[in-house]
């Protein structure tokens, strides 16, 4: 398949807006929330892009923005009629108050710990994960330290 | 719960981290209808208990250990084993004083990847609330006597990352600290002269047989 076709198809699926190349084999598009289990397993099934290769959560106040990088590196999609490696940017933006999405664990083993991650420092719920624990922070923390409106005493005694 | 007042309060911030608790629960006495049995750790206290008086009533004690203080002392000032540990960039010092051009080795200094073989931990690094109990742990499983040595401006008190959610305010506050090597990154020479100063603290410490003791 040939990467302008997959812009076409992609642009045409339900819940999917802005989508734009933003390089020559990276296109970058926006996500309702609600359809993104079914958007992720079609990615998966029927456009090759079998790696997940990051997830990412950001703090833009007041809402928060879930930003996946996927990839296909098998070579099944073509870019200009050259075989090469391509990558789609997902945007889901979330609401402050809930901010929940579907786990994508199940399809992509790799992002377990993504999701993991994202738990821990900025606090994004993902439903259906296996083991939503804390991964780099102690369990008991409390708060998720990189949202922007976490509060901790930094130094009590004045200098 | 607010996210303020987390690093007041110690229970928050210690986290599943440490397991002294467990371990006290472990090494508890058994419970009463057990004693008939001799465990081997009671054999050996027994024993311990036995020479100890009779070396202390004999006054074999005192000559013993004015015997063998040089000795032990000679021992561990001139091979101080310490652990190969890294944490973060001080490790990298701690890795180049070994190299051909400091040579630390002639000071008696060979890493050991064991905590069993060990007499010096090199904190090297920051240590964050997660890291904890395992430095503890190794700490723990080091034999009497044992040094810890706080290399780097992260290990003495959060250096660079004082003010962190997530890393300890320095070494001491968990562990107790023989050296203190300040820099960042500590160059080898300052490592050398971190261990230099060790051996004058080991020197002026004179232990002796019975070191348990005093
Ligand atoms: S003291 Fe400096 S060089 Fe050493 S571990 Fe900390 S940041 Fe790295």
């Not at chain 2, 690093?7 to 986290?15: A, Q, S, T, V």
């Amino acid at each position: 398949m040939d990467f302008s076709d997959l812009h076409k198809q992609l642009k045409s699926m339900e819940g999917v807006s802005k989508v734009s190349h933003i390089r020559k084999n990276v296109i970058k598009l926006d996500l309702e929330k609600s359809v993104s289990k079914v958007f992720f397993t079609k990615l998966k099934d029927d456009f090759y892009f079998e790696h997940c290769s990051l997830i990412t959560a950001i703090d833009n106040q007041p809402d928060f923005e879930l930003v996946y990088h996927l990839s296909c590196l098998s070579g099944e999609l073509s870019v200009d009629g050259t075989k090469m490696s391509a990558m789609v940017e997902v945007h889901i933006h979330l609401q402050r108050d809930s901010p929940s999405v579907d786990s994508v664990s199940d399809l992509w083993f790799g992002a377990n710990w993504h999701e993991r991650e994202a738990f821990d420092l900025m606090g994004i719920y993902f439903i259906g994960h296996p083991d939503l624990r804390r991964v780099l922070l102690p369990e008991g923390f409390a708060g998720h330290p990189l949202r922007k409106d976490y509060v901790y005493e930094i130094h009590e005694e004045e200098w | 719960m607010s996210a303020k007042g987390i690093r007041g309060n110690p229970e928050l911030r210690r986290g599943v981290g440490s397991k002294t608790t467990d371990s006290e629960k472990i090494m508890e006495d058994p419970p009463a209808g057990d004693w008939l049995a001799l465990r081997s750790d009671q054999l050996l206290k027994w024993i311990d208990d036995a020479v100890y008086n009779a070396s202390e009533a004999t006054g074999m004690r005192e000559v013993v250990d004015r015997v063998t203080r040089p000795i032990f002392n000679f021992a561990q000032r001139f091979s101080p084993h310490p652990l190969h540990f890294g944490i973060m960039c001080c490790a990298i010092e701690m890795g180049q004083a070994s190299a051909p051009d400091h040579d630390i080795d002639r000071l008696g200094l060979v890493y050991r990847s064991s905590p069993r073989q060990c007499d010096v931990l090199i904190v090297n690094g920051p240590v964050c609330e997660k890291l904890r109990p395992k430095l503890k742990t190794l700490y723990e499983q080091m034999p009497e006597p044992k040094w810890v040595i706080a290399m780097g401006e992260c290990a003495i008190s959060g250096g660079p990352y004082w003010d962190s959610y997530s890393v300890v305010a320095g070494a001491d506050t968990f562990m107790p600290v023989d050296v203190y090597i300040p820099g960042c990154p500590v160059r080898p020479e300052a490592l050398m002269h971190g261990f230099l100063t060790l051996q004058k603290k080991i020197r002026e410490k004179e232990p002796g047989m019975f070191l348990r003791r005093e």
